[in-house]
């Protein structure tokens, strides 16, 4: 047992120690102050593209713990991190933004080998007033009042520039209070994304699912009807093979984004709760607007993802089920081909028997001939004194016994050696 605690130990690194003490600190708050502004991208691309963003931060190193960097470039304090499948990056005005955000992730990276999954724009309010005056008109805002006095307001919807907006209205808050209910916001909003990203996968496997449902129960109809042929088994096996065939490819196409999509969904939850959002007048909270969308999202992919594991199981069900058939046809049909080996068995020995009887009487026949030649040359030099009718007569019976023993003492012979 003490063996294995130490090998146990052994299979643990350095720098795999060192990145279980740095989690605690791997997502820490952002600062803000009152009345700036904040830009969240959220992005796919390669390491050596965000390489060269961590070199004008003050370091290269982003793949090892504790996985972000933090620097300046100019009077805009960015920080750049990388999750399990994909990087965001946080910019932080001191003033509000005047322009289009639109067009600032690719002025850091300087290239455009990128894919952007979010872009979100946090505005900050000393006012309501203020707040609620930059809210799209026409539009129906969502939001309330957050933990620590914040209120938010956001219609969930993007513009033209594909950025999505939250402006918030501060009061009296600390920049690192600030800082940790912003960036809980903005991991929601992110997370969001991210869960109903899934969504649209499990759509189109719908429908590739009920095409293998449908094939699944016509075989199954066809095994419970009654006897088939081996024939007809074994196409229905190989129909069966190729639906699980499929399933299995279809499940591996996307068992990573349905397992992130409720992993991200459990995220989104987490956040939404530790905003501890309250509702501010008529206006729907965010909370309950966002569950109210991604709930019934999150309960189609966890449908597909069901569905997917009913189905590979009962494939599994009617696979074992037509095996069983087709074994019991092969006993049925090895039972009926011994019954006609062992009728053929008889039937042989049968022949065998009389053919024997009939071997017997031949060899007989040919032994009393060669014996008749010699009791005439014994009478006629008087050797016998015997006619040669009564010799003969005599030879015939000898002979025929004789020549029985014979052939039933080799046929035993070869029993045993057989």
């Known amino acids: 047992m003490e063996i294995d605690q130490q090998q146990n130990f052994r299979s643990f690194s350095s720098d795999d120690l ?7 600190h791997a997502r820490p708050s952002i600062e803000l102050e009152p009345n700036s502004s904040l830009t969240l991208f959220t992005f796919q691309a390669d390491d050596d593209t965000c390489m060269l963003l961590a070199q004008k931060l003050g370091s290269g190193h982003l793949t090892s713990a504790p996985r972000f960097i933090t620097g300046k470039i100019g009077a805009t304090d960015i920080k750049l991190e990388k999750h399990t499948e994909f990087f965001s990056c946080t910019i932080i005005d001191p003033k509000p933004l005047e322009t289009s955000t639109r067009d600032r992730l690719t002025e850091l990276l300087e290239n455009d080998n990128y894919f952007v999954l979010s872009h979100v724009s946090v505005s900050l309010h000393k006012n309501i007033a203020s707040m609620l005056k930059k809210v799209s008109l026409g539009q129906r805002p969502v939001g309330g009042k957050l933990r620590g006095g914040l209120e938010v307001r956001t219609t969930l919807k993007i513009d033209d520039d594909g950025c999505q907006s939250f402006h918030v209205f501060t009061n009296a808050i600390n920049k690192h209070e600030l800082g940790r209910r912003i960036q809980r916001l903005l991991e929601m909003e992110t ?30 109809v066809q095994v419970d009807e009654g006897e088939h042929s081996s024939e007809s088994s074994k196409t229905m096996l190989e129909r069966l093979s190729a639906i699980s065939s499929s399933l299995n490819s279809l499940r591996a196409s996307m068992r990573y ?162």
């Open 18 to 24: 060192n990145a279980a003490l740095l989690e605690v």
């Open 257 to 418: 984004r349905i397992s992130a999509s409720i992993a991200y969904y459990d995220l989104v939850i987490q956040r939404l709760h530790s905003l501890q959002e309250e509702k501010s007048g008529d206006t729907q909270t965010l909370t309950g607007f966002v569950r109210s969308r991604l709930d019934p999202a999150i309960s189609t992919i966890q449908s597909v993802d069901r569905r997917q594991r009913e189905l590979s199981s009962e494939i599994s069900n009617a696979l074992s089920l037509l095996r069983t058939r087709i074994d019991v046809e092969l006993n049925q049909a090895n039972k009926a081909s011994l019954q006609a080996m062992s009728k053929s068995h008889s039937q042989q020995l049968r022949i065998s028997k009389t053919v024997e009887g009939l071997s017997i009487v031949a060899i007989s026949y040919y032994a009393v001939g060669l014996i008749a030649y010699m009791l005439k040359s014994l009478i006629a030099e008087g050797w016998l004194n015997i006619s040669f009718s009564v010799a003969s007569g005599i030879s015939v019976p000898i002979v025929v016994i004789a020549v029985a023993l014979y052939l039933v003492r080799l046929r035993r012979h070869w029993m045993i050696e057989d």
């Open 191 to 220: 997370y969001r994304v991210l869960c109903l990203l899934g969504l649209e996968t499990a759509r189109k496997s719908s429908g590739e699912l009920t095409l293998l449902e449908d094939q699944l129960d016509k075989i199954i």
